[in-house]
């Protein structure tokens, strides 16, 4: 069993940047991953997952022009249990506008973004996974791609996330690719239990790294915790950085 993925600092990220296999991942570029004549549909589980897992992912179609549909299944108001400063009702109000903060930042043109926001609780998605998979098959066509948190990432959402995309996509022939989020926390490259096999490298020219990272920290909810009640930040440094390599990785 898997252990819960945002106890403690996680694997080092100077151990992810040493590894022959993670050099040796082969590379995709967006091009490949979405053609034209395609639109790219983002599932986020939570609003700030798009920019984490694939803040370089979306520039790269946004210079391609590629029409993007993005869909945050929760508001994400419960990443801070307990917390009188960032409460349920004030995070369910300010998450979706760091979301569309960062992705201002991030250079989408927002006027040609479609975004759908899905409404269903944060924490609790599993046990209305059916009724998510059905959601996100109305808005999908065959010719779609389809990017989303990996069934394995570690956080309940995330994975009944990655199961009701991919019950989509298969329902309505749309692609299916799956991104690593907090993998990257409690995973090593030597983890037998990630699909390396799978895994394709986007490579990040340090222009995207660095509107990614402006993005990241237009999230200031998730950078701040609450040390009245002890809570650490969702976004600590470590994580931060992690996801701030010259590269993201797709399951293909």
Known sequence: MKPNPIVGQGTPLHHWQASAKMAELPHISVEQLVPEGHRAVIIAPH????????????????????????????DGSASHPGSQRWSV????????QESAQ???????????????????ADSQVAA???????FIQRYLKPTDVVFTTWREDGHCDHEAVGRASAKAAQAVGATLYE????????ATPENSLV??????????????????????HAFASQLEGDPQIGLAPVLAPYVVERLLQPFEVVFV
Do not use: N, Y
């Open 102 to 120: 960062a992705l201002h930042r991030l250079g989408l043109p927002l006027h040609s973004l479609k975004w759908l926001r899905a409404g269903f």
């Open 89 to 96: 009702e004030r995070l369910s109000v300010v998450r979706p």
């Open 179 to 186: 991104l690593p989020v907090w993998t990257w926390h409690w």
């Open 47 to 74: 609003p700030d997952d798009e920019v984490l897992g694939c803040g370089g992912l979306m520039q790269g179609l946004a210079a391609l022009g590629r029409p993007i549909q993005l869909i945050s299944v929760t």
């Open 128 to 134: 209305r996974e059916a009724e998510l998979a059905a």
């Open 195 to 216: 699909p390396w096999h799978r895994a394709r490298k986007i490579p990040l020219t340090c222009e995207a790294v660095a509107r990614k990272r402006h993005a990241i």
